[in-house]
């Protein structure tokens, strides 16, 4: 079932699947309707310092009935383990209603991009939404885009611990 979005002041807002909303920053006018549709999470993958950050936007988040999660992506410098956490974090909230967010839905359009084809195992066609609508991601998420397509060539890597689980204590 696809709800309808209400107008909303966040840009680049795109409705992945029926549970799995993205967009960037969120406002506080925007938090005060996200129970009209049915979300139970939000996460930010934004920076506190990101230019657009919303003060307090944890405090909003649950005075609403809602999880938020927080997985700060540095722009310059992305990190595979925080697209690790991202994944668990989607896998905690399987069949959820999400919504996630960065400054201007770039860092989220490429993790949701990854997800896609590492955890769900969407063809590239499929996966690119919408990213593709969003931005052509610089060498920097290029780069990282390669990265974690060859570092996580078997999805089920993606399920791991951290730490390996051979190592003797």
Same mark, same amino acid.
């Given at each position: 079932?696809?709800?309808?979005?209400?107008?909303?002041?966040?840009?680049?807002?795109?409705? /992945?699947?029926?549970? &799995?909303? *993205? $967009?960037?920053?969120?406002?506080?006018?925007?938090?005060?309707?996200?129970?009209?549709? %049915? #979300?139970?999470?939000? /996460?930010?993958?934004? &920076?506190? *310092? $990101?230019?657009?950050?919303?003060?307090?936007?944890?405090?909003?988040?649950?005075r609403? %009935? #809602?999880?938020?999660?927080?997985?700060?992506?540095?722009?310059?410098?992305?990190?595979l383990?925080?697209?690790?956490?991202?994944?668990g974090?989607?896998?905690?909230?399987?069949?959820?209603?999400?919504?996630?967010?960065?400054?201007?839905?770039?860092?989220?359009?490429?993790?949701?991009?990854?997800?896609?084809?590492?955890?769900?195992?969407?063809s590239?066609?499929?996966?690119?939404?919408?990213?593709?609508?969003?931005?052509?991601p610089?060498?920097?998420?290029?780069?990282?885009?390669?990265?974690?397509?060859?570092?996580?060539v078997?999805?089920?890597?993606?399920?791991?611990?951290?730490?390996?689980?051979?190592?003797?204590?």
């Open positions: 079932m696809s709800l309808k979005i209400p107008f909303m002041d966040a840009e680049n807002i795109h409705q /992945v699947f029926d549970r &799995l909303w *993205t $967009s960037g920053q969120l406002s506080e006018k925007d938090i005060a309707s996200l129970p009209e549709l %049915g #979300i139970e999470a939000v /996460v930010n993958l934004a &920076l506190p *310092t $990101s230019s657009n950050a919303l003060s307090g936007e944890a405090d909003f988040v649950t609403q %009935g #809602i999880a938020y999660i927080h997985i700060p992506v540095e722009w310059e410098q992305p990190e383990h925080r697209l690790t956490q991202f994944f974090t989607l896998k905690a909230f399987e069949g959820r209603n999400v919504w996630v967010h960065c400054a201007k839905n770039m860092r989220v359009s490429v993790f949701i991009y990854l997800y896609r084809r590492l955890c769900l195992l969407e590239e066609e499929a996966s690119v939404h919408p990213m593709q609508e969003i931005w052509a610089n060498e920097t998420w290029q780069t990282f885009i390669r990265n974690a397509l060859s570092m996580h078997n999805p089920v890597f993606l399920h791991q611990p951290e730490s390996s689980s051979h190592e003797r204590s």
